[in-house]
């Protein structure tokens, strides 16, 4: 009996420790040459996802740009919109393995001038390869790519 308590007990404290988070934060951000009301009404779609990555969309279920709402982007990528502002939102991927999240918000600056702010979360621990260096990769590679979505979405803010 004792011996079966042991093995449970290490089992349990085993599978505790058999993976910790590594949350990682990736902020990204841009000046807006129009006020904040006038840009975010042509980025605030949730589906507008799809031109900046120049990809499809589609919400699946729910009403776009309403909490509860999914899209299918490159018919392969679910996520759900969690939260909404007047200026912001936030959506994650229910089915992902690295708990991702993501959110698209506008401040403004002055009258005629906005910042735009991406910021992706997960957890870079539950990658398929999670090395210290292939971290790093992983979080290079999505900088660079949000990077270019933020310069498309900052041009068709900014477009007249």
Do not use: N
């Not at 499809?56 to 909404?84: F, P």
């Not at 690295?98 to 997960?122: A, C």
């Amino acid at each position: 009996m004792k011996l079966l308590f042991a093995a449970a007990a290490a089992l349990t404290l085993a599978a505790g420790v058999a993976r910790a988070a590594d949350f990682v934060t990736i902020p990204l951000e841009t000046t807006i040459d129009k006020p904040a009301d006038a840009a975010w009404k042509k980025i605030s779609g949730f589906c507008d996802i799809g031109s900046w990555m120049k990809t499809t969309c589609v919400i699946t279920s729910g009403k776009d740009g309403e909490v509860g709402a999914v899209r299918r982007i490159a018919d392969r990528i679910d996520e759900l919109q969690v939260a909404r502002t007047a200026w912001s939102y936030s959506y994650s991927q229910p089915k992902s393995p690295i708990d991702y999240h993501g959110t698209v918000e506008i401040r403004p600056i002055d009258k005629g001038h906005s910042k735009l702010l991406y910021t992706l979360v997960y957890d870079a621990d539950a990658l398929p390869k999670h090395e210290p260096a292939d971290k790093t990769a992983d979080v290079e590679r999505r900088t660079k790519q949000f990077t270019v979505v933020l310069a498309t979405m900052k041009g068709i803010a900014e477009a007249k």
